[in-house]
Structure formats: C-alpha cells, structure tokens
C-alpha cells in the first residue's frame, strides 16, 4: 500500500472510552503499638478498548506507538517521559529527536522491550494486532487509544497524566480543549445542513463512516456525511457514486507531499455542485488525520469550510475550478 495513503488511513477508530477516578487502598493496624501499614497507591484508568490499566506507581519510561499518541502526552504534560516512539512522530518539535522503534506497519519488538518502559501507548491496528500476543506476553502495562468522539480526547489526556503523574497539567489541557469544543459546537449548532463528501484519498477513493471521529467534527459542524451509513469504516467508493450523490462540499484532508493533488480530479465535472459553487476544499491532513489536541484547529477549518459553503450558497457563487484552502 502506497505509504502516504497508509498513514491516511492508518488511525482510522474503532471504539470510545470511559474514564475511571484513581483508586487509593490504605490500611492501618489497630495495634496501637505497631507502625501504620500503607498499600501502595494504584493509578487505574480504562482504555478505548474497555480494559482496566493499573500501574502501581506513574510511568518514567514511556513508549508512544502512533503520532497522534505523542502529541497527547505531550499536550497531557509528560513529553519528556517519551523513550521512544514510531515514525512520522513529528509534533511538537521536540518530538523529532525521540528514538524511533518501527512504523505503523513494522514494530521492532526488541528494540521496545530492550528500552525497558514501564507503560506503552499504543493504538489498534494491522501491524500491532500482529504483535499484541508478544506485548502481552512481556507484561508491559499497555493503554490502548482510540478517540471516538472528540469529548474522548480530552479524557484520554486525563487518563495520560494521572497513568504519568502529570495531571495538573493534563486537566489544564483537558479543560482547554473541551472549552473550545464547546465554543465551537455552540456556534455552529443551529447552522443549515451541508452534503459533504469527505475524502481520505484519491486513488482509490477513500471515505470515513458515521463511526468515525472525523464524523463527530462533520455532525458539529452542521455537516451531512454522504457515506455516513456505509458499513466499513473507512470504504472506498466509486467515482461514478460521488457524482451521483453530488454533494454540496468536497473535503480533502492533504499531506504536504501531495498538496494540489487529492482535489484535482473534480474540476473535469461541470455539473459537479461542490465544482460549480466553489466548494472544493483541502484542510491540512495532520490536523485531521491524528485524533490528538490539534483535531480541535481541525475542526475550526472544517466548520469554516461548511460555512463557506452556505455563504456561496446564499451569494450564487459562479462556477470556479479553484480549489480552497482554508485556513488552520
């Protein structure tokens, strides 16, 4: 598989999350001649797979497996417990000089457990699923993540920094991200309703589902997911259907490598409603495509890009080949 359309489509979410409080156990002798007798503190907390994770003390050494893991743990406050981490795992700055142990589709089993970490955070997909048995079987702590929806996002940060002993931090980035959520939801929440075809990829042509967080950020937006009820998370569909459907907006999510490219294809169809209004329009695919801390600025281009669409609807627009960018 083409390696650009690979990391298109690697983070693609499967399950949400619950948040479970810290679990403190303390016990005392009665004795009154004997030395109280303290448990040691646990820190509890359930992944976007529904599994428990329990670490007798806050992770040092901490092993990110997926981009979009990174940027939360350092946005949760604990970037500087990162041993290692995969490739393309390139925000924030500082995120470049960690040590690299694999890809999203080769991990380098070895090399992860010879860096001795005492959690790893990984997200599900075809190269891990192969090499979860060996993870388990190593008894490395793992926290899986998956943001479904965006209120999942700043509750995977939450989890982070009380699993990195960080929390102050992490629930000032929680509180932030859920505060401009909320600015953004409020705004857009009684906005007229945009047929969107939201493109993954080119060739072929890849879409998201309603299951999708990025479906969450459409929804909000005042946004209609044309291939919202599609079975496979992320299908391909023809081209032949797109026109078809003939939605009001085409969003593309690009990469730096292929910018001018994903949207091309569209300008050679006239009738093409998206063409004929101006609404052909590409967002930076690393806002997009990392469920982290930076899909809230994400979202803000995609809102901005529907309400461009309902502006040219309005203005009767004339037909145009150009492709927008909009602003992140």
């Known amino acids: 598989m083409n390696t650009s359309l690979w990391r298109q489509l690697a983070w693609v979410a499967v399950l949400g999350s619950g948040l479970h409080l810290p679990v403190y156990a303390a016990t005392a002798s009665a004795s009154a001649s004997a030395a109280p007798v303290t448990a040691p503190a646990q820190l509890t907390v359930t992944d976007d797979l529904g599994r428990q994770v329990t670490l007798s003390k806050p992770a040092q050494r901490v092993i990110s497996l997926a981009p979009h893991v990174t940027e939360l743990i350092f946005a949760a406050g604990a970037g500087d417990k990162i041993v ?4 393309y795992s390139d925000f924030p700055e500082a995120a470049k000089a960690i040590p690299r142990i694999g890809d999203l589709r080769q991990l380098d089993m070895e090399r992860i457990l010879a860096a001795k970490p005492d ?11 192969r090499q979860l048995e060996l993870l388990k079987q190593s008894g490395v702590p793992f926290f899986f993540s998956e943001p479904h929806q965006m209120e999942h996002i700043p509750e995977t940060l939450s989890k982070l920094g009380l699993l ?28 007229p309703i945009v047929r969107t075809f939201y493109q993954v990829w080119n060739k072929p042509l890849y879409t998201l589902n309603e299951k999708h967080i990025i ?17 496979a998370t992320a299908p391909v569909v023809g081209l032949e259907s797109v026109l078809q459907e ?15 490219q994903m949207l091309e294809q569209w300008k ?31 979202a803000r281009a995609m809102c901005e890009a529907l309400e461009l669409a309902r502006q040219h609807r309005q203005s009767g627009t004339p037909s145009s080949t150009a492709v927008t960018k909009v602003k992140s």
């Open 84 to 87: 290692a981490t995969v490739s």
């Open 119 to 129: 959690l790893i955070v990984v997200w599900m997909h075809g190269a891990f699923d």
């Open 164 to 191: 990195m002993g960080t929390s102050k931090k992490a629930e000032l980035a929680a509180t932030d991200f859920r505060t401009q959520w909320q600015q953004i939801t409020s705004r857009y929440a009684q906005k």
């Open 215 to 231: 479906n969450d950020v459409l929804r909000s937006c005042g946004g209609e997911n044309i291939y919202g009820k599609l079975a």
């Open 246 to 260: 003939n939605p009001e907006l085409i969003l593309a999510a690009e990469n730096k490598k292929h910018a001018g």
């Open 268 to 298: 050679s169809f006239p009738t093409l409603l998206a063409n004929k209004n101006h609404n052909l329009v590409a967002i930076d695919g690393d806002l997009m495509n990392r469920p982290g801390p930076r899909l809230i600025d994400g």
